[in-house]
Nanobody, 125 residues
Framework: QVQLVESGGGFVQAGGSLRLSCAAS????????MGWFRQAPGKEREFVGA????????SYADSVKGRFTISRDNSKNTVNLKLNNLKPEDTAVYSC??????????????????WGQGTQVTVSS
């Protein structure tokens, strides 16, 4: 079992930045691919980015590529998402998620087994 807790959301003006963090419980954090997803009101959950177990490979949605950066620190059981040059359309609840141990990187939310409760990001124009 992996428990995930996000932090760092908030309210920011367009063009601003935020840093989201996700703290994971358990001693096997490094065995899990980690992902970030978001869901805006009235819309389906969408993939934002993901990172491999060692952190050597990342993948991003086209809508955030070049603006968002995902990283992880396996010694601290954390995965972070840095959001730069934010736009009003980035407004959503952002959630981190973990795949079951040793599963490969994926962009599909249905393949993630553990989820945090989410943190709200609101970007004003």
């Amino acid at each position: 079992q992996v428990q995930l807790v996000e932090s760092g959301g908030g309210f920011v003006q367009a063009g601003g930045s935020l840093r989201l963090s996700c703290a994971a419980s358990g001693r096997t954090f490094s065995a899990h691919v980690m992902g970030w997803f978001r869901q805006a009101p009235g819309k389906e959950r969408e993939f934002v980015g993901a990172i491999t177990r060692s952190g050597d490979v990342t993948s991003y949605a086209d809508s955030v590529k070049g603006r968002f950066t995902i990283s992880r620190d396996n010694s601290k059981n954390t995965v972070n998402l840095k959001l730069n040059n934010l736009k009003p359309e980035d407004t959503a609840v952002y959630s981190c998620a973990a795949r079951e141990a040793l599963r490969p990187l994926s962009k599909l939310a249905a393949l993630y087994d553990y989820w945090g409760q989410g943190t709200q990001v609101t970007v004003s124009s």
